[in-house]
């Protein structure tokens, strides 16, 4: 096998290898022959098929298994004798054989040269929580709360309440909607309607009207009341209040615990409360590790290509996000992504390095944990644990989860950290928690 090496940019190598024709349609026939001894074809005996049949049959896919494959080999086996590190998978050019010699171009781009990372400068501060009884509480409140039943009352609305609507308005002169008036419910209180429609409910029954002075928002998604002050007529059409369950044997079995038993009720809810908050938790340490590690390298350059091929994977992704959320025709170019995408890209090739210099390699524990986690907020835990399994690009997905985590606290505990402890609400809930 013959190498050469072209340097096309600061970070991007192209390489051409050249091998022996014969190396590939060695294998070719290789695999033919072994094909010929087990084929099932109509009109011939099994292990008498004629050669020609064979290579018309499955020649073509063969000869694709086996050129990807050698590809595959001899690429892997070149970037290591060249001591050349890819920083993803390269752009393969296949020629056809010529004078007995088989030759591809592979145009790549390779991790930087970091030098050796020292984590040990970076000051990262690490958030600690746990869960409370008082958390477990809230939570089974919330539940109750998800659970509750509305039943209409003769009396005038109150705070807490489901209130029926009917809404018109008028502004300059015309009349929103023109004929009729819309309908919908709020719970008073909730902030699901503005804030003074809201405030006129209170202490109004079944059947009453009033005129409510309004500013509406500039983006208010009537256009004809964007940003204009208008009259809005609102007629409460019913009141109806909650009616919460409470937490005995019928609510806990609705919840999937036999035998209605509170205490084991209360320590699902927590470890549920636990998984979230494990979750949490570590998203925020890799969003502060990965901010200070790519900070510390901000001088270097990162392989362009790759940035850009992330920026529009993101642009793809908001496209069909946008879709999704009803909005047709939406392009949005990659370029808005760029910043986000080098981040992105720089973060992974960082972590991966710190990696390989330290010899972090996957935890099959850690793995498994994983694995039983994420099966466990499923109906049937098992059934999960062997779609992994049998799935190799969710493994696969799974696998680098766990690795880049696993790296991500090894970081943590050799930067130069500090630890802050926080309540479960102010991780879960930022800037809403008291």
Do not use: C
Not at 13 to 39: D, W
Not at 366 to 374: F, V
């Amino acid at each position: 096998m013959q190498v050469s090496i072209e340097n096309v940019g600061n970070l991007e190598r192209r390489l051409t290898v050249s091998l022996p024709a014969e190396r590939l349609e060695g294998e070719v026939k290789s695999r033919l022959r072994e094909i010929a001894r087990t084929a099932r074809i109509k009109g011939f005996r099994p292990g008498k098929v004629p050669p020609k049949v064979i290579e018309q049959r499955y020649g073509e896919q063969v000869r694709s298994e086996a050129l990807g494959e050698l590809i595959r080999e001899t690429f892997n086996e070149a970037v290591s004798r060249e001591n050349l590190r890819p920083a993803a998978a390269p752009d393969i050019q296949a020629g056809n054989a010529e004078a007995g010699e088989f030759r591809y171009v592979a145009t790549f781009e390779v991790v930087p040269d970091f030098g050796q990372i020292d984590v040990a400068k970076l000051k990262i501060e690490r958030v600690v929580a746990s869960v409370e009884d008082a958390d477990v509480d809230r939570m089974i409140e919330t539940l109750r709360q998800q659970r509750r039943t509305w039943e209409p009352v003769e009396r005038a609305a109150q705070s807490g309440d489901l209130v029926m609507v009917e809404t018109w308005a008028e502004a300059d002169g015309q009349r929103v909607p023109a004929e009729g008036a819309e309908r919908g419910a709020t719970v008073v209180g909730s902030g699901v309607m503005i804030a003074e429609l809201e405030a006129a409910l209170i202490g109004m029954s079944a059947g009453d009207e009033k005129t409510v002075e309004v500013a509406f928002p500039a983006d208010w998604r009537v256009e004809a009341l964007a940003g204009k002050t208008a009259q809005v007529r609102i007629k409460a059409v019913r009141v109806s209040e909650a009616r919460v369950p409470e937490v005995d044997a019928a609510f806990i079995e609705s919840f999937g615990v036999s035998g209605g038993d509170l205490d084991r009720f209360r320590a699902e809810v927590r470890a549920n409360l636990e998984r979230e908050l494990r979750g949490a938790l570590m998203a925020r340490l890799r969003g502060e590790v990965v901010e200070k590690l790519v900070a510390a390298y901000e001088g270097i350059e990162f392989p362009p290509r790759l940035i850009e091929n992330e920026a529009r994977g993101m642009a793809r992704q908001a496209e069909q996000q946008a879709r999704q959320q009803g909005q047709q025709g939406v392009t949005i170019s990659h370029e808005v992504f760029l910043p986000a995408a080098r981040k992105r890209v720089a973060a992974g090739l960082l972590v991966g390095e710190i990696a390989r210099q330290h010899g972090l390699r996957l935890d099959p524990k850690r793995l498994n944990e994983t694995l039983q986690l994420i099966a466990s907020t499923y109906e049937d835990p098992q059934q999960v644990v062997e779609l992994y399994r049998q799935d190799a690009q969710l493994m696969q997905n799974l696998q680098a989860r766990v690795m880049e985590e696993q790296v991500i606290d090894w970081i943590a505990s050799h930067a130069d950290a500090t630890e802050r402890t926080l309540s479960f609400d102010e991780v879960m809930r930022p800037g809403q928690a008291a």
